[in-house]
């Protein structure tokens, strides 16, 4: 590493310890946003379930820390129940099991996580809208509710559990949905120039497009920053898992927007399109998500390109380190402050969130050149 990360060591170091500090509260629980300086412990089925036990992972591979490996496996154990309960999945399958199951049997080849992980992405196979060429999103959120029209650019970060799943199965048509389903987002979620739509509703009999929708965002047509950022990794690993060209330049698309519309210190505002006096809210995790992504584009790219995203990628992190770290608090439990999670429906804004420290702490891995991450 050059003199010039030096910070990454220091970074990853103090992340570890706080990291350590918080497993004697939160065990094998699964943590969402941080109150009062206390992450927030959600039920197993949730669908943040998997960046606690993925950063466990991830401090483990470099520290070898025991009790880190069996808290993980502790969490993966838990989701048994979930898969059990089928009936309380949703889309964000890949969320829970590539953290968890793949990354198991990625380190250390256990059957156990394999089949669990066979078991999630069939699962989310079955989600697949075959006239719409989606993947549908949350299950009916009341009785008689119909939602089943409704895709979300998150799922991006879902197809990898698919691809995974072909490769060890040999049946290439977990494959062919995740493309499907990627096709489909390339062509009504990514706007010409790089934005994205957090929701989509098309016709669930008919698959015609019926809307794009603001969801987390600040209207239909702003630019959700953590969307944005879904997108960028999302179809940087389509690229990765397809060699599609066409996943590739859309993926540049994204970042390149999201690039441009980031204010001095690197860090983008929840929604880039949200009103002048709602903008200076940040949303950290999309910073963090974005920068792992970015530093995995960069690998894929050449030349200048290669240099941009690289160059984007460590600015947000060191920015994130040295402007948004809970360093100094003990007494809060979180990473990273100034994540922003729902602002329309006014929850956890302006709080740590667990998958910006989970994507914080990939993203400080990727700047010390270990090897392919668990989405890969």
């Given at each position: 590493m050059n003199t010039e990360l030096s910070w990454v060591n220091e970074a990853w170091n103090r992340s570890l310890e706080k990291t350590l500090h918080n497993t004697a509260r939160i065990?094998?629980?699964?943590?969402?946003?941080?109150?009062?300086?206390?992450?927030?412990?959600?039920?197993p089925n949730w669908w943040t379930a998997g960046f606690w036990p993925g950063m466990l992972w991830l401090l483990y591979q470099e520290s070898g820390q025991e009790q880190l490996k069996a808290?993980?496996?502790?969490?993966?154990?838990?989701l048994d129940e979930v898969l059990d309960g089928f009936e309380r999945l949703d889309h964000d399958m890949g969320f829970m099991w590539i953290l968890t199951s793949v990354a198991n049997y990625k380190l250390h080849g256990n059957e156990?996580?394999?089949?669990?992980?066979?078991?999630?992405?069939?699962?989310?196979?079955?989600?697949?809208?075959?006239?719409?060429?989606?993947?549908r999103a949350w299950n009916p959120w009341t009785e008689g509710a119909r939602n089943d029209g409704l895709a979300i650019i998150d799922c991006c970060m879902n197809m990898p559990l698919l691809y995974w799943a072909s490769r060890v199965s040999d049946d290439p048509r977990f494959a062919h949905i995740a493309e499907a389903h990627t096709d489909t987002v390339l062509k009504h979620f990514i706007r010409a120039d790089g934005s994205v739509y957090h929701i989509?509703?098309?016709?669930?009999?008919?698959?015609?497009?019926?809307?794009?929708?603001?969801?987390q965002g600040y209207a239909p047509e702003s630019a959700w920053s953590r969307g944005a950022a879904w997108a960028l990794y999302g179809l940087t690993l389509a690229y990765h898992h397809t060699g599609k060209d066409d996943y590739y330049q859309a993926a540049k698309r994204v970042a390149n927007f999201f690039l441009s519309r980031l204010p001095e210190d690197h860090v983008p505002a929840w929604d880039f399109r949200a009103p002048d006096e709602l903008r200076n809210l940040r949303d950290s995790s999309a910073g963090s998500c974005a920068a792992s992504g970015l530093l995995l584009l960069a690998d894929k790219s050449e030349g200048g390109d290669a240099d941009v995203y690289r160059a984007g990628g460590e600015r947000i992190l060191k920015s994130l380190y040295e402007n948004y770290g809970a360093w100094d608090d003990p007494a809060e439990e979180g990473l990273l402050l100034h994540g922003t999670s729902n602002y329309?429906?006014?929850?956890?804004?302006?709080?740590?969130l667990i998958y910006g420290d989970f994507f914080f702490v990939e993203g400080?891995?990727?700047?010390?050149?270990?090897g392919p991450s668990y989405w890969e």
């Open positions: 065990g094998s629980g699964f943590p969402h946003a941080s109150q009062n300086g206390v992450y927030q412990l959600e039920a808290l993980a496996e502790e969490c993966e154990a838990k156990a996580s394999r089949i669990r992980a066979l078991k999630a992405a069939n699962y989310l196979a079955a989600r697949f809208n075959l006239k719409g060429q989606y993947i989509v509703n098309f016709d669930p009999h008919t698959g015609e497009m019926l809307e794009g929708l603001g969801g329309p429906q006014g929850t956890n804004i302006d709080v740590p400080l891995a990727r700047l010390k050149g270990r």
